[in-house]
């Protein structure tokens, strides 16, 4: 029941933002400012308050970080690998790989790990919140810098300008800003007055529900089946390898429950719906992004229940 109660929830919610997109309760233009609103405010309060309000086991953290990012190198370099055989021209070459290691930790990966934690017997819950907030802060700069990296390289334009546009791109992400906000905040002050603790209690509520309806609207495009071949092949990488490797890093490694959960959550989620996004801004191949998305958001169920279920 622990994987039923996990992981149902996650993507029923999921669903139902599809559907209301579908079925035009959310226009366009409401879907744009919706998620907006998750991604600049919703989010960000979430994590600023579960940091700010919380002490740090810095050396769980670090571990776990540790088995993500070797999880996102070496799907990287799959991804390069598997789009060299599958001769990809350079364009899909770039949201190929970008599709293989781009996990939406921020919307997925977090409801899972905070859903998770209620059902395992050795996972503190609120222990779990804090590494996997700690875990979010690190890994989203180092995301965007391979990001815009990988999508640059691909065009061959990796040049003194690049360089500036990856640094503005991530010191301006608002996930990096409230996770180093709150850190700050923790270590310098650590109390919240009562009035800030209840407002961001309650916006901090209402960011998981709204970010997962909020990826179910940008989910109801259509599907490019043209692409569908190499989309499945990103999304195996993503949901498959970055496991497995996480499986292997963390044999290595004397990790709690709490770091294992956190990790494995985190490598086991779909593409996030930015690696689009992104390929939009620097001309990839927006259509294999956008298929990528969605297929590896519906392998993901199976890769997440596996790991809720291992847990």
Known sequence: MGVVNTVLPVFLIVAVGGLLRRFGFFSADFARGFARLVYYVALPCLLFYKMAASEFNFSQAGRTYLVVLCGMVGCVAV????????????????????????????????????????????????????????????????????????????????????????????????????????????????????????ALDALSQMALPLALLSIGASLAGPLHMDRILPAVFSSLIKVAVAPLIGVLVLMLLDASVAEKLVAMVFLACPTAISSHIYSQQFDADEELSATIVVTTTLFSIVSLSVVIYLM
């Open 79 to 198: 991804g390069y690998a598997v789009a060299a055989v599958m001769r990809l021209p350079a364009a899909s070459r770039a949201a190929f790989v970008q599709g293989s290691y781009r996990g939406n930790l921020a919307y997925i990966g977090l409801a899972i790990v905070v859903y998770g934690a209620a059902y395992s017997d050795n996972a503190g819950g609120e222990q779990v919140a804090v590494i996997a907030a700690l875990v979010l802060g690190m890994i989203v700069p180092v995301y965007n810098i391979t990001a815009i990296t990988v999508l640059l390289a691909g065009k061959h334009k990796l040049d003194r300008n690049a360089w500036r546009r990856v640094v503005f791109e991530t010191v301006r992400n608002p996930l990096v800003i409230s996770s180093v906000l709150g850190i700050a905040y923790s270590l310098t002050i650590g109390t919240l007055p009562s009035f800030a603790d209840r």
